[in-house]
C-alpha cells in the first residue's frame, strides 16, 4: 500500500512540475477563505483522488479541494485525507518548499502518510512504527535525533506575525531556528535535523495528517498545547489547535 501511495505522490508531483515550470499555466486564484488556489492545486487534486479511488474504492477521501459535507463523512471510521498541493504559497513564491501530502486515518489517528517535495526531489513516508526518506533513488530509514542546541523549525509564511511563537522561543532558552515551509517541517523533526516544531497559528487537517504520521513512525510526538494527541476524528470543522511536534 505504501509503495502505491508513494507512485501515486510522483504522479501529482510530476503534473504540479509542469505547471510550475510553465508560466503559461501559472494561474491563481482564490477560495472563499481568501487563500490562495492554483491551477496545481485542482490537478493534482485529480491526479490523487483518481489514483486512490483505485487503489482502495472502499475508502472514502476528504481533499483540501474537495472536502465532502459534514453528513456524509461524520461517521467515517477510516479514510484518506489529502492535501494536493501544501503551501500553496510556497509555490506561488517559486521557492520549491511545496508537497503533495497523502495520509490514511483509522479511528482518528494517521497511521500511514506520505509527503512528497517535487521540486526538493524528495519523499518522505511512514507506516505504524518505521518511516523512511527517500532521495536520488536512495531509501533510507530515519528516526528522531537530540541535539544541543536544539533547531527550531517554524513556518516560512507564518512565524513573523506569531507573537505567541516569539514569546515561546524567548522562553524556549537556547536554541537555534530554521524557516521551512509546507509539511516539511514535519519531516525535519522526523528525520532529526530539527528537535522541535512549535505551531500556535491555525492549521487544517490535510495540512498535518501526512506529516503527523510520518513524525510518529520516527519516533516523535503530535500534541496539543493541552498535551493531547491531535484527533482527526471527523468533525464539522476542519481545523486543528495549535500543536508540538517533538521529541518528548
Known sequence: ???????????????????????????????????????????????????????SPEIPILSEEDPPFWEQRRYWKTYWLVDPLDGT??????NGEFTVNIALIEEGKPVLGVIHAPALGVTYMGNVDKAWKQQDGHKTQIQVREARP???VISRSHADVDTE???????????????LGSSLKFCFVAEGKAQLY????????????????????????????????????????FLNLGFRVSLF
Open 165 to 179: 511563537l516569539k514569546d515561546y522561543l524567548k522562553r524556549l532558552g537556547t536554541h537555534q531556528t530554521i524557516a
Open 150 to 152: 536544539p533547531l527550531v
Open 1 to 55: 500500500m505504501l509503495n502505491k501511495i508513494c507512485q501515486l505522490s510522483y504522479d501529482a508531483g510530476d503534473i504540479i512540475m509542469r505547471i510550475y515550470k510553465d508560466n503559461q499555466f501559472f494561474s491563481i486564484s482564490q477560495k472563499v477563505d481568501h487563500s490562495p488556489v492554483t491551477l496545481a492545486d485542482i490537478e493534482a487534486h485529480k491526479v490523487i483522488t483518481k489514483g486512490l479511488k483505485k487503489i
Open 198 to 237: 512549535p505551531r500556535f497559528g491555525s492549521t487544517n487537517i490535510w495540512d498535518t495528517g501526512a506529516g503527523h504520521a510520518i513524525a510518529v513512525a520516527a519516533g516523535a510526538h503530535v500534541y496539543d498545547w493541552q498535551g493531547k494527541t491531535l484527533d482527526y476524528t471527523p468533525k464539522k470543522s
Open 89 to 94: 504559497k510556497e509555490f506561488i513564491k517559486r
